[in-house]
């Protein structure tokens, strides 16, 4: 199977950064993409950005131009740098990886915890 696990979640004020992480392991060979998805209080879960194992990155709307995702392979890694950070985006962040194992697979991680206080 896969795991992921996040970090980097916590408490920043409006205007502030943080950055997330999350590493994968398992069975990652069949790697297609990975990304980070959110759900705030009393909101839907919802897409933050994706970064394909080849292609483009894709970003929400609402973090285009203050949010950065990026991948280090060597350690099946990917990032979430956050920057301009506003109250809206206070949800819990969930790293997501789809891999081909003869089947599209979806795999979510636990979550982390984005606060951003006004």
């Known amino acids: 199977q896969v795991q992921l696990v996040e970090s980097g979640g916590g408490l920043v004020q409006s205007g502030g950064s943080l950055r997330l992480r999350c590493t994968a392991s398992?069975?990652?060979?069949?790697?297609?993409?990975m990304g980070w998805h959110r759900q705030g209080p009393g909101k839907q879960r919802e897409l933050v950005a994706t970064i394909p194992r080849s292609g483009s990155t894709n970003y929400a709307d609402s973090v285009k131009g203050r949010f950065t995702i990026s991948r280090d392979d060597a350690k099946n890694t990917v990032y979430l740098q956050m920057n301009s950070l506003k109250p809206e985006d206070t949800a819990v962040y969930y790293c997501?990886?789809?891999?081909?194992?003869?089947?599209?697979?979806?795999?979510w991680g636990k979550g982390t915890l984005v606060t951003v206080s006004s």
């Open positions: 997501n990886a789809r891999i081909d194992l003869g089947y599209v697979a979806n795999y």
């Open positions: 398992g069975r990652i060979a069949g790697m297609i993409a």
